[in-house]
């Protein structure tokens, strides 16, 4: 049995008089991709952010490795990756300018082509932040939650705005850190994403959880309740004719 890598209590965050999270309870285990499911506005990035120390909560106990909280954020942040907004970056510098720059940050000696590689941007390594497209963007910035060799990785909808094929790249991309071992949790809005990505989920909707399992087991679950689609399922949908004639290759110039 692999064990608790993060167990969150009954977290509740308030804004002023509004309340975004609602009392949401949840662990996350060692070695899965754990996703957080939800509408916009459902409290999604609140929760991640408190997680990630980087936000206050109003009440709740969260542990993260062993660690609370509330008493040693400073070593709950040693053992994370976060994934910046794209905003936070030097548009100017070269991407290897900016691992350094970021490792120096950390106290870590990474070695940039290591790391670039391990993200597929050798060949941009020369390159400047703001001459990468959306999908190499997103690339960069998961390299740059791994840095620090972190335990446990934070990707907020990593993929939103992405075209389908740097889409499947960054899937193969999270499943490929998970496999050596790194926890992952991620938040999106797409199910399709979900089903292929994630080990389990929470459903999250008005910063309450309406359900968390594997994408299999809510599946199961709702066909138990007599649930079938309206029309016969289709054997393919668009989504696959448009990667059938396209491929799977990224476009990115
Ligand atoms: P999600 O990431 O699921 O889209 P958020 O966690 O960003 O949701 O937001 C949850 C709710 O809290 C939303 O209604 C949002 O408008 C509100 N909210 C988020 N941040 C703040 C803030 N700093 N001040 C006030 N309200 C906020
Ligand atoms: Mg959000």
């Given at each position: 049995m692999a064990s608790k890598i993060i167990q969150v209590q009954n977290l509740v965050k308030n804004y002023g008089n509004f309340e975004?999270?609602?009392g949401i309870s949840f662990d996350v285990m060692e070695g899965e991709i754990f996703g957080l499911l939800?509408?916009?506005?459902?409290?999604k990035s609140t929760t991640l952010e408190i997680i990630e120390t980087l936000r206050q909560k109003t009440s709740g106990k969260i542990e993260v490795d062993g660690f609370d909280i509330d008493k040693d954020p400073g070593e709950i942040k040693k053992i994370i990756g976060v994934q910046l907004q794209?905003?936070?970056?030097?548009?100017?510098?070269k991407l290897t300018e900016l691992i350094n720059l970021f490792s120096g940050l950390y106290n870590r000696d990474v070695n940039p082509m290591e790391l670039l590689d391990l993200v597929n941007l050798r060949d941009k390594?020369?390159?400047?932040?703001?001459?990468?497209s959306g999908g190499q963007k997103q690339r960069f910035s998961i390299a740059t939650t791994l840095i620090n060799e972190p335990k446990i990785i934070f990707l907020d909808e990593?993929?939103?705005?992405?075209?389908p094929q740097a889409r499947r790249s960054l899937w193969e991309l999270i499943k490929g850190i998970r496999s050596k071992g790194t926890t992952v949790i991620i938040t999106t809005h797409y199910m399709d994403e979900a089903e292929v990505l994630c080990d389990r989920v929470a459903i999250i909707d008005s910063g309450k959880i309406i359900a968390m399992d594997s994408p299999d087991g809510l599946i199961d679950k709702l066909v138990a309740t007599g649930f079938e689609r309206?029309?016969?399922?289709?054997?393919?949908n668009l989504e696959d004719v448009f990667i059938q004639m396209t491929g799977h290759t990224l476009r990115e110039e």
């Amino acid at each position: 049995m692999a064990s608790k890598i993060i167990q969150v209590q009954n977290l509740v965050k308030n804004y002023g008089n509004f309340e975004a999270v609602k009392g949401i309870s949840f662990d996350v285990m060692e070695g899965e991709i754990f996703g957080l499911l939800g509408p916009n506005g459902a409290g999604k990035s609140t929760t991640l952010e408190i997680i990630e120390t980087l936000r206050q909560k109003t009440s709740g106990k969260i542990e993260v490795d062993g660690f609370d909280i509330d008493k040693d954020p400073g070593e709950i942040k040693k053992i994370i990756g976060v994934q910046l907004q794209t905003s936070g970056y030097y548009p100017g510098l070269k991407l290897t300018e900016l691992i350094n720059l970021f490792s120096g940050l950390y106290n870590r000696d990474v070695n940039p082509m290591e790391l670039l590689d391990l993200v597929n941007l050798r060949d941009k390594a020369k390159s400047k932040y703001k001459e990468l497209s959306g999908g190499q963007k997103q690339r960069f910035s998961i390299a740059t939650t791994l840095i620090n060799e972190p335990k446990i990785i934070f990707l907020d909808e990593p993929t939103t705005g992405l075209d389908p094929q740097a889409r499947r790249s960054l899937w193969e991309l999270i499943k490929g850190i998970r496999s050596k071992g790194t926890t992952v949790i991620i938040t999106t809005h797409y199910m399709d994403e979900a089903e292929v990505l994630c080990d389990r989920v929470a459903i999250i909707d008005s910063g309450k959880i309406i359900a968390m399992d594997s994408p299999d087991g809510l599946i199961d679950k709702l066909v138990a309740t007599g649930f079938e689609r309206p029309k016969e399922v289709k054997k393919a949908n668009l989504e696959d004719v448009f990667i059938q004639m396209t491929g799977h290759t990224l476009r990115e110039e």
